[in-house]
């Protein structure tokens, strides 16, 4: 009984890279532009079925198909923040209505491409299981785990260090004043789209690699960010790091100890519970400041 709790403890930590993949570009739209991409899901979904594309129609590995999910999510991203930013009244309610339709546009556009049938990959070498220590796993968890440290590594580094990223904190924490500094808050909300379709393009290969997808995949892939992003607290990247290895550790033991039926609840349950007790999040404002 232990191996298979501490079984699920890893496969849990594994599924949480690739969730806070997905949270972070979601919570630096946020943080940016105050309102939340609820289309973020899908443009993921979208990474991933052009994985399968690649897969398919050229016979490469879904590994291949990154750089074209670059191009192509982080186009969808931009043009999501143009329509967004073609809101004038009563822009933090419209823009959830904008993005929620967006979002079943994507959703009907992948349904009508490639009909709601299941997918996963059929890559032998991404299948293939890898052991570490007492520990098992695919490949591809691995593969990925590793490459969701090293771009959050690397989006913490370019927040705290790079001019556009020190831009994006600006206007983040005050627009009007980050104008009277020079910030151009249009290009940071950009260059903040852009980096979110980055992760999006990166998890989406990363979800195809390892598990199945279908059509209506990407609403709760928004919705696993969303309870994450408020397990973190608004505005930090550890944060965002240990709520999706929370949330895929809670979901890997709900299915190992009890049912796969529950996974989809343990998520809900875990975020009500913090809303309750730490309505800040784990990593809420006062921690910040501080």
């Known amino acids: 009984m232990l191996e298979l709790i501490l079984q699920a403890l890893y496969s849990g930590v594994l599924q949480g890279g690739s969730y806070a993949l997905i949270a972070l570009g979601l919570a630096l739209v946020f943080g ?54 073609l809101i004038r009244k009563d822009r933090e309610l419209n823009s959830l209505i904008l993005t929620y339709g967006v979002g079943i546009i994507l959703t009907n556009a ?6 709601a049938d299941v997918r996963s990959t059929s890559s032998v070498w991404l299948q293939d299981a890898l052991v570490v220590g007492p520990f098992y796993s695919m490949r591809s968890e691995v593969l990925f785990f590793v490459v969701a440290a090293v771009l959050i590594g690397g989006l913490w580094w370019w927040l705290s260090r790079s001019w556009y990223g020190r831009a994006v904190r600006a206007v983040s924490s005050n627009r009007n004043a980050a104008k009277l500094m020079g910030i151009n808050p249009h290009t940071t909300e950009i260059v903040s789209f852009v980096v979110a379709g980055i992760l999006a393009a990166f998890a989406g290969v990363a979800i195809f690699s390892y598990g199945v997808i279908q059509p209506a995949f990407g609403h709760a892939l ?8 408020v397990l ?39 975020f009500l519970l913090v809303l309750f007790v730490m309505p800040n999040g784990l990593f809420g404002a006062q921690a910040r400041r501080g």
């Open 110 to 115: 992948v349904l009508l491409i490639w009909s």
């Open 232 to 270: 973190a607290g608004i505005g930090s990247i550890p944060g965002v790091l240990i709520g999706g290895l929370l949330l895929g550790v809670a979901e890997s033991l709900t299915v190992t100890l009890a049912s796969s039926a529950l996974q989809e609840l343990v998520g809900m349950a875990l």
């Open 222 to 229: 928004t919705i696993k960010a969303f309870i994450i992003t």
């Open 32 to 85: 940016t532009m105050k309102m939340i991409n609820l289309a973020h899901g899908e443009l993921v979904l979208l990474a991933a079925y052009i994985g399968y594309m690649v897969e398919s129609k050229l016979d490469l590995s879904p590994v291949f198909a990154i750089p074209i999910a670059l191009v192509l999510v982080c186009t969808c991203s931009v043009l999501v923040y143009f329509l967004i930013s």
